[in-house]
């Protein structure tokens, strides 16, 4: 799909769903217009700038017009669930703060109700013409690929989806070389590609060849292109690469990565952040300000001062820092060294109650708010440890791409406390890496959703 075409969608779909929100804001005053004085239209205008304002900045957080999601029309429909969702709740919250009285709570329930409706019913129409997009034969380009290997069969993978608009037409490879059935006919070899791609009324050759091969193929796209047929090169680096890549291009210059993940991309770094930073603080004011004077007030009563237990931890790019906790054992010569076992004798009364209920891990909303860690993350360990764990576990360190969390992928699915094997650590290593390479905003949202029903509905290893 042309990058043109791309921002037509975009646009689009940015302003139908804009459109939709404010005819039903519009139509809705109106046809409540009998309940609305004159007086109160000022908190109205600001209702609709607000519900504006919340649409926009919720729509590029969880990129709900990226090509990835728009493309999908499961994926597209699943994303507008997850959007509105948020959007409602951001609502209820405005309503709530803003104590604004004066707006009908019928006119705010219908209005959103009928936005949710056309925004749905807009998706629709765009799933009818994205199928007229892939049925209709002149938006449709004949395909040829040059090559049998693994590139290639990814590629045509691809282009069978219904994400591209490509009819795959054959394979041009030397017949001899082929050792199993193929999807598309093998139409010839190099030497005889053009005269097929002539034949066949060809738009565009894909060729995936391995670098270094080819030696006419600077020819062969010059005589291709006095054909009108585009040549696209797919690098097949399968001899060089023996793990998947990820490509990127830094001012049109190719560049390889073993490891990727959207955290890579500087914007996705700010939302994450800006998620660390509201939630820490609505949560360092509203539950920590009560919270830990009345904690500490029942640790001093059994086992004296301090309250807080500090550690340092390895952080995001193997960089050391300070952990807090509420200390929930004795004071001990081997706090930096063991770790906390089940019914473990240095543990107090006050210690077992807050380990249960996560409680003693409540102060690190402060390393959150102060860019130490992330709400969600790989859980950072004792500096000793790490080294230990380093050595049993190759791809450990690449746990420290990103910041740690106070929750994560692998703790919601069972991998939390005392790590009693190698598997342990190793399962731990594999969903926190699974975690790094398909972050999402969604994601982390999700991970501390499940964390919360955990802690009320208790954990086996909280202890």
Same mark, same amino acid.
């Given at each position: 799909?042309?990058?043109?075409?791309?921002? =037509?969608?975009?646009?689009?779909?940015?302003?139908?769903?804009?459109?939709?929100?404010?005819? %039903?804001?519009?139509?809705?005053?109106?046809?409540?217009?009998?309940?609305?004085?004159?007086?109160?239209?000022?908190?109205?205008?600001? =209702?609709?700038?607000?519900?504006?304002?919340?649409?926009?900045?919720?729509?590029?957080?969880?990129?709900?017009?990226?090509?990835?999601?728009?493309?999908? +029309?499961?994926?597209?429909?699943?994303?507008?669930?997850?959007?509105?969702?948020?959007?409602? @709740?951001? $609502?209820?919250?405005?309503?709530?703060?803003?104590?604004?009285?004066?707006?009908?709570?019928?006119?705010?329930?219908?209005?959103?109700?009928?936005?949710?409706?056309?925004?749905? +019913?807009?998706?629709?129409?765009?799933?009818?013409?994205?199928?007229?997009?892939?049925?209709?034969?002149?938006?449709?380009?004949?395909?040829?690929?040059?090559?049998?290997?693994?590139?290639?069969?990814?590629?045509?993978?691809?282009?069978?989806?219904?994400?591209?608009?490509?009819?795959?037409?054959?394979? $041009?490879?030397?017949?001899?070389?082929?050792?199993?059935?193929?999807?598309?006919?093998?139409?010839?070899?190099?030497?005889?590609?053009?005269?097929?791609?002539?034949?066949?009324?060809?738009?565009?050759?894909?060729?995936?060849?391995?670098?270094?091969?080819?030696?006419?193929?600077?020819?062969?796209?010059?005589?291709?292109?006095?054909?009108?047929?585009?040549?696209?090169?797919? #690098?097949?680096?399968?001899?060089?690469?023996? =793990?998947?890549?990820?490509?990127?291009?830094?001012?049109?210059?190719?560049? *390889?990565?073993?490891?990727?993940?959207?955290?890579?991309?500087?914007?996705?770094?700010?939302?994450?952040?800006?998620?660390?930073?509201?939630?820490?603080?609505?949560?360092?004011?509203?539950?920590?300000?009560?919270?830990? #004077?009345?904690?500490?007030?029942?640790?001093?009563?059994?086992?004296?001062?301090?309250?807080?237990?500090?550690?340092?931890?390895?952080?995001?790019?193997?960089? #050391?820092?300070?952990?807090?906790? *509420?200390?929930?054992?004795? $004071?001990?010569?081997?706090?930096?060294?063991?770790?906390?076992?089940?019914?473990?004798?240095?543990?107090?009364?006050?210690?077992?109650?807050?380990?249960?209920?996560?409680?003693?891990?409540?102060?690190?909303?402060?390393?959150?708010?102060?860019?130490? @860690?992330?709400?969600?993350? #790989?859980?950072?360990? @004792?500096?000793?440890?790490?080294?230990?764990?380093?050595?049993?576990?190759?791809?450990?360190? $690449?746990?420290?791409?990103?910041?740690?969390?106070?929750?994560?992928?692998?703790?919601?699915?069972?991998?939390?406390?005392?790590?009693? %094997?190698?598997?342990?650590?190793?399962?731990?290593?594999?969903?926190?890496?699974?975690?790094?390479?398909?972050?999402?905003?969604?994601?982390?949202?999700?991970?501390?959703?499940?964390?919360?029903?955990?802690?009320?509905?208790?954990?086996?290893?909280?202890?």
């Amino acid at each position: 799909m042309n990058r043109q075409l791309e921002r =037509y969608l975009k646009g689009t779909l940015i302003f139908l769903d804009l459109l939709a929100l404010n005819l %039903s804001n519009f139509s809705l005053q109106g046809i409540f217009a009998n309940h609305v004085n004159h007086e109160f239209l000022g908190a109205y205008n600001r =209702y609709f700038l607000i519900t504006n304002g919340f649409w926009l900045v919720l729509s590029i957080t969880f990129a709900l017009y990226s090509m990835r999601v728009i493309s999908d +029309f499961n994926t597209f429909v699943k994303r507008t669930v997850q959007v509105v969702l948020v959007y409602l @709740m951001l $609502v209820m919250v405005y309503l709530f703060f803003s104590r604004e009285l004066l707006l009908s709570r019928k006119f705010v329930f219908y209005s959103a109700v009928s936005f949710s409706i056309a925004l749905f +019913f807009i998706r629709f129409l765009f799933l009818g013409f994205q199928r007229y997009f892939r049925k209709s034969e002149s938006l449709k380009k004949r395909v040829l690929i040059v090559g049998y290997n693994e590139t290639s069969k990814k590629l045509t993978k691809f282009l069978e989806s219904e994400n591209s608009n490509a009819d795959v037409m054959g394979y $041009v490879e030397n017949p001899e070389i082929i050792r199993e059935l193929t999807n598309y006919p093998i139409l010839g070899d190099f030497s005889s590609a053009l005269d097929i791609a002539r034949e066949m009324d060809i738009h565009e050759i894909f060729y995936t060849g391995s670098i270094g091969q080819g030696s006419d193929l600077n020819e062969f796209i010059r005589k291709a292109e006095r054909e009108s047929i585009k040549v696209k090169i797919v #690098p097949n680096l399968d001899s060089y690469l023996v =793990y998947d890549s990820h490509i990127e291009f830094y001012g049109g210059v190719p560049v *390889l990565t073993r490891r990727y993940s959207a955290l890579d991309d500087a914007g996705n770094v700010i939302k994450k952040r800006l998620l660390d930073v509201v939630a820490s603080s609505l949560i360092i004011i509203l539950i920590l300000s009560w919270v830990i #004077p009345i904690l500490g007030i029942l640790i001093i009563i059994e086992s004296g001062v301090p309250i807080f237990f500090k550690q340092k931890r390895t952080g995001m790019s193997n960089k #050391p820092f300070w952990c807090y906790k *509420l200390r929930s054992m004795k $004071v001990n010569k081997d706090a930096d060294n063991k770790q906390a076992t089940k019914d473990d004798m240095r543990i107090t009364r006050v210690g077992k109650f807050m380990r249960r209920t996560s409680l003693d891990e409540f102060p690190q909303f402060f390393n959150v708010f102060l860019g130490d @860690m992330s709400l969600v993350g #790989p859980r950072p360990h @004792m500096l000793k440890h790490t080294e230990l764990y380093a050595s049993i576990v190759d791809e450990f360190m $690449v746990r420290q791409f990103v910041k740690p969390g106070i929750t994560g992928w692998a703790q919601i699915n069972g991998f939390r406390g005392e790590i009693n %094997s190698e598997s342990d650590i190793r399962n731990r290593v594999e969903l926190d890496l699974w975690y790094i390479e398909h972050w999402t905003l969604w994601l982390d949202i999700q991970i501390l959703f499940l964390t919360v029903y955990k802690v009320i509905v208790g954990d086996k290893k909280a202890y």
